[in-house]
Antibody, heavy 122, light 108 residues
Framework: QVQLQESGPGLVKPSQTLSLTCTVSGGSISSGSYYWSWIRQPAGKGLEWIGRIYTSGSTNYNPSLKSRVTISVDTSKNQFSLKLSSVTAADTAVYYC??????????????WGQGTLVTVSS | SSELTQDPAVSVALGQTVRITCQGDSLRSYYASWYQQKPGQAPVLVIYGKNNRPSGIPDRFSGSSSGNTASLTITGAQAEDEADYYCNSRDSSGNLPVFGGGTKLTVL
């Protein structure tokens, strides 16, 4: 059974960089037709896809966040990471990491981490 | 605003059937996946592809699609189905994932 676990600071100061890591257990991050994503959810609001990385290292980002986001992967540690720069209070949210499986032309998020709350405040 | 549109709230009487819809141009080419989220919990995949349920999801959950609209149907809604439901598919370019705004389901 694949499990994902987010880790990182729960409090980040405005203008600084938010950094989170997702550790994958129960399977290799390098195997299979998957990609690995970050998704966030401000309190009381909906889900927002942030970006994804394939184990090849190829990345795609939400256009609304692209200038501030970097996602990387460390296959030796079975981890992938998120960096979001120049944060403001609007970046306060629960951040989820998730695995996406591909089915033909479609994909779907079949495994999720439990989520971690990141608050941006001085 | 999202490229996938959902009704903000829907209600259903216990044991009755409810349909939650998701509209978007990309749904003419791609299937939606559906996620159930209860308060304080991570989303859970309930439907993917044409109409596939992950292991452990009750068969009262089903999915369908017509034109630019995807639907999640719960046949015989239970109290434990009360949750937020999100659809997910591709953006208008067909390249990137996008979520609908979510539907809050109340079971009366």
């Amino acid at each position: 059974q694949v499990q994902l676990q987010e880790s990182g600071p729960g409090l980040v100061k405005p203008s600084q960089t938010l950094s989170l890591t997702c550790t994958v257990s129960g399977g290799s991050i390098s195997s299979g037709s998957y990609y690995w994503s970050w998704i966030r959810q401000p309190a009381g609001k909906g889900l927002e896809w942030i970006g994804r990385i394939y184990t090849s290292g190829s990345t795609n980002y939400n256009p609304s966040l692209k200038s501030r986001v970097t996602i990387s992967v460390d296959t030796s540690k079975n981890q992938f990471s998120l960096k979001l720069s120049s944060v403001t209070a609007a970046d306060t949210a629960v951040y989820y990491c998730a695995r996406a499986s591909e089915l033909g032309m479609d994909d779907y998020f079949d495994y999720w981490g439990q989520g971690t709350l990141v608050t941006v405040s001085s | 605003s999202s490229e996938l549109t959902q009704d903000p709230a829907v209600s259903v009487a216990l044991g009755q059937t409810v349909r939650i819809t998701c509209q978007g141009d990309s749904l003419r080419s791609y299937y939606a996946s559906w996620y159930q989220q209860k308060p304080g919990q991570a989303p859970v995949l309930v439907i993917y592809g044409k109409n596939n349920r992950p292991s452990g999801i009750p068969d009262r959950f089903s999915g369908s699609s017509s034109g630019n609209t995807a639907s999640l149907t719960i046949t015989g809604a239970q109290a434990e189905d009360e949750a937020d439901y999100y659809c997910n598919s591709r953006d208008s370019s067909g390249n990137l994932p996008v979520f609908g705004g979510g539907t809050k389901l109340t079971v009366l």
